[in-house]
């Protein structure tokens, strides 16, 4: 790692807004060896994402890029490059894997026309040489059943599937330089491994540089050679791995390291009654398969004799990886998604059979904050629309300004300003939006929350103030919640209790501290095994 193949020099980005211009970056500078790995790391609106565009030659029209802005890949300067160059470039020798794979990926293109595109934009092929390449690669990336994925659909694979593909197409090429900007953000913890180490294995074998863009720590720790740490487009720290993380010199650095979800819950009194007490829950989905003259039915069971008890003041985890069955057992639960088999008590009443209108008393006590808050909550809605719309249908406050008094006491809850008020969720960050939705949820004066992979997509840093904020907001309102989550550090930090769920069943439960420390099954070894070590 001697050779210089990439070098960045006083990268200085703006963009025009109708407000008028924006630093998003300013005089990022370092350099990328051949074989080595950088990580670039940094809360959202650190600048990391940009200064990856500016190397590939990709920023939206509205960016104004710093007359001392210097890119020079393998001798070239890229910053004087035409976009006709630039084209050639990008995917041959330099590529990038995206965030979410889900949205890079055409979704009217099958798999095997998707990668043999990025080899067809540079080399005369034949078809079926072409096709032959492809398998290969998929193949390469570990890709479960390659030859079948060929005329598969994106939304016919998983989420690490889908993300093996982005990596397939990267290295379709052998490129010099990968950038992966947050390859594993929305991953479980096991498939986040796999990625990992699978990245780390392809780069010694091709010998590439790469870029990793993360706000993730432990992945960094794991994987990367160096380390520069940006906040606010500036670079506040650089150097080795292992020395930024035994001995970091900015207050900034040293945040980021200690933000990783920490301490214990606060014990539940031994005398606490049950609130929430589902029994032998069995949810199945009907799945129609054929053409039109031979329809045929299968049925899928989603959830399968799963039961679960939640006491007063009580947080109780639920894990496994992605296609467990966890959200649809959280969802049967409380009532928004398929109708399960099996009595649900809530508070001492049987609420399972209820239709939707014998629900509506229930609606306040039992409340839901979701995975993404900006999909949950409405864009076309101010924030004080979007806390008051509950109060209104569930008839909680007789006049506007007593609805207001509510609406500001929430907001106090959350921890954030009043002025919010008036703004859209866009204005909000990844943070606040999250916040707000659990102000939402909390203006209702709730007993039970359902807690959907609430901090998956939130910085570090950010993903520790939810969680204090969680258990502060339960010990003050002695609040219950039921976690959906695959971040077992978070788990840790939160839970009491803890299901482990795989296939729709339940192959282990007990005490936080005691399932994640000694697991008794193969399965649990492996997620504990991943989600603390990041990679074997």
Known sequence: MTDTLLSVQNVSVQFKTATGLRQAVKDVSFDVAKGETMAVVGESGSGKSVTARVIMGMLAPNARVGEATKVVFDGDELTKFSELQMQDLRGRRIAMIFQEPLTSLNPL????????????????????DLEARVLRLLEEVRLPDPKARLRQYPHELSGGQRQRVMIAMALANNPDLLIADEPTTALDVTVQAEILALLRDLQKSHNMGMILITHDLSVVRAVSDNVVVMRHGEVVERGATQAIFEAPSHAYTQHLISSEPKGEPSPVPEAAPPLM??????????????????????????????????????????????????????????????????????????????????????????????QDPFSSLNPRMIIRQILEEGLIVNGIGATASERLVLIKQALDDVQMPHDALDRFPHEFSGGQRQRLAIARAIVLKPEFILLDEPTSALDLSIQAQIIELLRDLRDRFNLSYLFISHDLKV??????????????????????????????????????????????
């Open 277 to 370: 007490v589902a029994e032998n829950a069995r949810v199945a989905f009907t799945l129609k398969q054929g053409g039109m003259f031979s329809r045929a039915t299968t049925q899928l069971v989603a959830v399968n004799d799963v039961s679960v008890t939640v006491r007063k003041g009580e947080t109780v985890g639920i894990v496994g990886e992605s296609g467990s069955g966890k959200t649809t057992f959280g969802m049967s639960v409380i009532g928004l998604g398929q109708k399960q088999n099996g009595p649900v008590t809530f508070d001492g009443d049987r609420i399972e059979h209820l239709d939707r209108q014998a629900l509506r008393p229930y609606r306040p006590r039992i409340q839901v904050v979701f």
């Open 491 to 536: 788990v840790r930090a939160l839970c009491h209790r803890v299901i482990v769920m795989k296939s729709g069943s339940v192959v282990e439960e007990g005490p936080t501290s005691e399932v994640l420390e000694t697991p008794q099954t193969d399965y649990t070894r492996r997620l504990v095994r991943a989600a603390f070590d990041v990679v074997a």
């Open 109 to 128: 293109y099958r798999i095997g026309d998707q990668v043999g595109e990025i080899i067809k934009a540079h080399h005369k092929i034949s078809k079926s």
